[in-house]
């Protein structure tokens, strides 16, 4: 078990281009996340799977932002047009089955910045 | 609508003795409560959690306090050791939810 993989560690991109960010679960993990950090907040959540689903959005994952689960396996979070503000941590989770307190497993997270 | 609030940004302590964060909450519906650990560049490492139904939990140096009727809990740590200073986050799951809601942090210094 080699934990929640995230890549690319960290992004530089200019303003209005597009990034996506990879997350690979901990195997046979069924449920997804997707949360961002900005500096001085806590994580918030945008996003999650359970399997290939995806059966909760934020409303802060505007239409700029998709992702995808194919296969119930890794996911893509693609940001298109990128803003400044979209500067932030982007963190995946993982977990299995239904919440017992120290199920939800985070990855390093990936650093976007965009200038 | 902040759901979960940490209103302390910091906090340094001396090796040794005690650290005591603080966490507080709004909504009476979140079934477990969850102590988070982060290092910079890192993501966040699961410390310590407790039901709804409990009031304290304790696991090594770290317990976990929850006062349901003051919508409050706590974390102390220790001894606190310089190892354990990071960014602590207090977060909340309803049992049958799918999303953590996070305080905005507290950052602890552990003077050696």
């Known amino acids: 078990d080699t934990g929640v993989s995230q890549n690319p560690r960290h992004k530089i991109t200019k303003r209005g281009q597009n990034v996506t960010f990879r997350c690979d679960p901990i195997?046979?993990?069924?449920?997804l996340y997707w949360y961002r950090q900005t500096l001085g907040q806590g994580p918030e959540f945008l996003t999650y799977f359970q399997n290939e689903a995806q059966l909760e959005k934020s409303r802060l994952l505007s239409d700029r932002f998709s992702a995808e689960r194919p296969k119930g396996s890794f996911s893509t979070l693609e940001i298109q047009r990128t803003e400044q503000g979209d500067s932030a941590m982007y963190l995946c989770?993982?977990?299995?089955?239904?919440?017992?307190?120290?199920?939800?497993?985070f990855g390093e997270g990936s650093w976007l910045t965009v200038v | 609508d902040q759901q979960v609030k940490q209103n302390s940004p910091s906090l340094s302590v001396q090796e040794g003795r005690i650290s005591i964060l603080n966490c507080d909450y709004t909504?009476?519906?979140?079934?477990?409560f969850l102590w988070y650990k982060k290092y910079p560049a890192e993501g966040p490492t699961f410390l310590i959690s407790i039901s709804s139904i409990k009031d304290k939990n304790e696991d090594g140096r770290f317990t976990v306090f929850l006062n349901k009727s003051a919508k409050h809990l706590s974390l102390h740590i220790v001894p606190s050791q310089p190892g354990d200073s990071a960014v602590y986050f207090c977060?909340?799951?309803?049992?049958?939810?799918?999303?953590?809601?996070f305080g905005g942090g507290t950052r602890v210094l552990v003077k050696p």
């Open positions: 195997s046979e993990h069924n449920r």
């Open positions: 909504n009476s519906m979140f079934d477990y």
């Open positions: 977060a909340t799951i309803k049992a049958a939810g799918n999303k953590l809601t």
């Open positions: 989770a993982s977990s299995s089955g239904g919440f017992s307190g120290n199920t939800i497993y």
